[in-house]
Each structure stands twice: as structure tokens, then as C-alpha cells.
């Protein structure tokens, strides 16, 4: 099981940028499609964005499509979400989190937490207006 643990969460004014960085240990990072979730305040948490172990394909949900841009450097056993033209709506705690299986392409956008298995301890992002 991979560990996780993301940093660079904050508080930003609504239309600004932050990157969240998710940092892996264990040598299965490289086999393992990962995500970005986020969950609201009284909300479910939801899956925003997802990528391929190779890092070519990534998918987003409507809401960060054109905003965000989920990246990963295998070397450094990293996966990134750039968040540009934040939204005081795109304030939640964000979790990035491993696909429970090491085959086949990356879920789809439409999963829930339930088909990813291991987790970050989260980070805070608050956008004000």
C-alpha cells in the first residue's frame, strides 16, 4: 500500500492560482492511477480529476474542466493539481488518493471514493470572494 501526503493547500482570493502536490512512498507509485477528490462542507466528496500511471491521460469533472491540470512526475513519486481561476465554490478540503488496482485505464470520472484505496490526510483549500 502506498502512502500519501499532500501540501500547498491555503487561502487565495477567488480568480487566483495554487498547486497541491501529493507525495508518494513505496516503489508502486508508477503503477497506480491516482485522483484528486475534494469534499465540501456538509457535501460528498467528489472526483474531480484522475490520471493515467503513464501520466498521458487524465480526465476532469465539468465543474475544474479548463481550470485544473492533474500532472505526475514518476521520478519523484509525485502527482500534481495546478487550480488556476479558483472559485469561492472550489473551497473544500482536497485528498488525492490511489486506484485500489494496479491494471487497465484510470476510473472515470464518475467513481467514487469506494473504488480508490489508499488516501492523503488532506489538504484545505479556502477561496474568498
Known amino acids: 500500500q502506498v502512502q500519501l501526503v499532500e501540501s500547498g493547500g491555503g487561502l487565495v482570493q477567488a480568480g487566483g492560482s495554487l498547486r497541491l502536490s501529493c507525495a508518494a512512498s513505496?516503489?508502486?507509485?508508477?503503477?497506480?492511477?491516482m485522483g484528486w477528490f475534494r469534499q465540501a462542507p456538509g457535501k460528498e466528496r467528489e472526483l474531480i480529476a484522475v490520471i493515467s500511471r503513464s501520466g498521458v491521460v487524465a480526465s476532469y469533472k465539468d465543474s475544474v474542466k479548463g481550470r485544473f491540470t492533474i500532472t505526475r512526475d514518476n521520478a519523484k513519486n509525485t502527482v500534481y493539481l495546478q487550480m488556476n481561476s479558483l472559485k469561492p465554490e472550489d473551497t473544500a478540503v482536497y485528498y488525492c488518493a490511489a486506484d485500489r488496482t494496479t491494471l487497465g485505464a484510470p476510473k472515470p470520472i464518475s467513481s467514487g471514493a469506494g473504488d480508490f484505496g489508499s488516501w492523503g490526510q488532506g489538504a484545505q483549500v479556502t477561496v474568498s470572494s
Open positions: 513505496g516503489r508502486t507509485f508508477g503503477w497506480l492511477n
